[in-house]
């Protein structure tokens, strides 16, 4: 059984059949879907989870990204450049039978960043975070299908990106002034805001953070399958949960290779710190080529081209590593 690998979304550049070629090239078993924010606003993962929204739309500000009344340009363009992303996709996976990953940002991390008409997060008004929740799910079911139609053969993993998870848990969110943090939200309204939103997807749905102190129990309870994770963050504080989720069959998504420039170690070398994990954890080695798929630490978007390339097929080398030697 192999260790599979997959990117985690982003990547360099703004020629999205180039991006497609890519993401599909370098991981044949479980291509994604790519994301190119540097074509400018609307190509941003913000900007693009903004264009999914139903009946609710958002324009850029200065500060960022504002709900505005009706859809206008910056909206606009977000479902424009998603739509020629696709068809990209839709090219390179003719035939293609297998897992495929689309990523979306969560709705927290959306809450977090996209500001009501006050200039003011949407994060603090509980009303509309459950609406903003709402026309998220609506979206991502339009968009699901969409994907289904396009590449009939595809197992759909629905990625969701929630950097901020972390720090909308525990307060930590800074307001417009920056002079104070929102309130926390209470840990069960983010837990069943995220269980009603993965229900849309009737495949596996995996969330992804590269901040630290990802709330890996949280997530398990709410249902996610798998969690994707900046490997290098994680300290040994939080062997019990990670353990406790491999047991319960939650997939990890490791970031283990860089995501920006530098060198990179031999294969072998850039899962070793997961053969540790799982001798620390007392599992079997057997089960870590079921258990672990191998990713970069977190988009590529920051990346050369060069090396975004070198990175894909370095996960790819590294995760037959893993299920050749998982000892």
Same mark, same amino acid.
């Given at each position: 059984? #192999?260790?599979?690998?997959?990117? /985690?979304?982003?990547?360099?550049?703004?020629?999205?059949?180039?991006?497609?070629?890519?993401?599909?090239?370098?991981?044949?078993?479980?291509?994604?879907?790519?994301?190119?924010?540097?074509?400018?606003?609307?190509?941003?993962?913000?900007?693009?989870?903004?264009?999914?929204?139903?009946?609710?739309?958002?324009?850029?500000?200065?500060?960022?990204?504002?709900?505005?009344?009706?859809?206008?340009?910056?909206?606009?363009?977000?479902?424009?450049?998603?739509?020629?992303?696709?068809?990209?996709?839709?090219?390179?996976?003719?035939?293609?039978?297998?897992?495929?990953?689309?990523?979306?940002?969560?709705?927290?991390?959306?809450?977090?960043?996209?500001?009501?008409?006050?200039?003011?997060?949407?994060?603090?008004?509980?009303?509309?975070?459950?609406?903003?929740?709402?026309?998220?799910?609506?979206?991502?079911?339009?968009?699901?299908?969409?994907?289904?139609?396009?590449?009939?053969?595809?197992?759909?993993?629905?990625?969701?990106?929630?950097?901020?998870?972390?720090? /909308?848990?525990?307060?930590?969110?800074? #307001?417009?002034?920056?002079?104070?943090?929102?309130?926390? /939200?209470?840990?069960?309204?983010?837990?069943?805001?995220?269980?009603?939103?993965?229900?849309?997807?009737?495949?596996?749905?995996?969330?992804?953070?590269?901040?630290?102190?990802?709330?890996?129990?949280?997530?398990?309870?709410?249902g996610a399958t798998g969690v994707s994770f900046d490997f290098s963050l994680l300290t040994e504080r939080e062997d019990d949960v990670v353990g406790e989720a491999v047991e319960g069959g939650t997939k990890l998504f490791a970031g283990v290779v860089p995501g920006t420039d530098g060198p990179l170690s031999d294969p072998g070398?850039?899962?070793?710190?997961?053969?540790?994990?799982?001798?620390?954890?007392?599992?079997?080695?057997?089960?870590?080529?079921?258990?672990?798929?191998?990713?970069?630490?977190?988009?590529?978007?920051?990346?050369?081209?060069?090396?975004?390339?070198?990175?894909?097929?370095?996960?790819?080398?590294?995760?037959?590593?893993?299920?050749?030697?998982?000892?």
């Amino acid at each position: 059984m #192999s260790a599979g690998a997959t990117g /985690v979304g982003s990547l360099p550049g703004g020629d999205a059949r180039e991006a497609a070629k890519t993401a599909t090239g370098s991981f044949e078993d479980f291509p994604y879907l790519p994301e190119l924010p540097a074509r400018g606003p609307g190509a941003d993962m913000i900007g693009r989870s903004i264009g999914l929204l139903v009946d609710m739309y958002g324009h850029v500000e200065p500060s960022g990204w504002r709900i505005s009344d009706r859809p206008g340009r910056d909206t606009r363009r977000a479902r424009s450049w998603l739509g020629e992303d696709l068809d990209a996709l839709e090219e390179f996976t003719q035939g293609y039978t297998g897992k495929l990953k689309v990523q979306a940002v969560g709705p927290w991390t959306l809450a977090a960043a996209l500001e009501l008409h006050g200039g003011e997060a949407m994060l603090q008004d509980a009303g509309a975070c459950r609406d903003l929740a709402g026309s998220l799910a609506e979206g991502l079911r339009e968009h699901l299908a969409d994907v289904r139609r396009r590449i009939p053969g595809a197992d759909v993993v629905l990625q969701l990106d929630e950097p901020s998870l972390t720090a /909308v848990l525990l307060g930590r969110v800074r #307001s417009a002034s920056g002079y104070r943090t929102y309130r926390a /939200v209470d840990r069960q309204v983010v837990e069943g805001a995220l269980r009603d939103l993965f229900a849309v997807h009737d495949g596996e749905v995996i969330v992804h953070s590269c901040a630290p102190e990802v709330p890996f129990g949280l997530l398990r309870r709410a249902g996610a399958t798998g969690v994707s994770f900046d490997f290098s963050l994680l300290t040994e504080r939080e062997d019990d949960v990670v353990g406790e989720a491999v047991e319960g069959g939650t997939k990890l998504f490791a970031g283990v290779v860089p995501g920006t420039d530098g060198p990179l170690s031999d294969p072998g070398g850039s899962v070793m710190s997961v053969r540790k994990l799982w001798r620390r954890l007392g599992l079997a080695p057997g089960t870590l080529a079921e258990s672990v798929v191998v990713t970069p630490s977190c988009g590529l978007a920051g990346a050369s081209p060069a090396y975004a390339r070198a990175v894909q097929a370095h996960c790819a080398r590294a995760a037959r590593s893993l299920a050749d030697n998982p000892e």
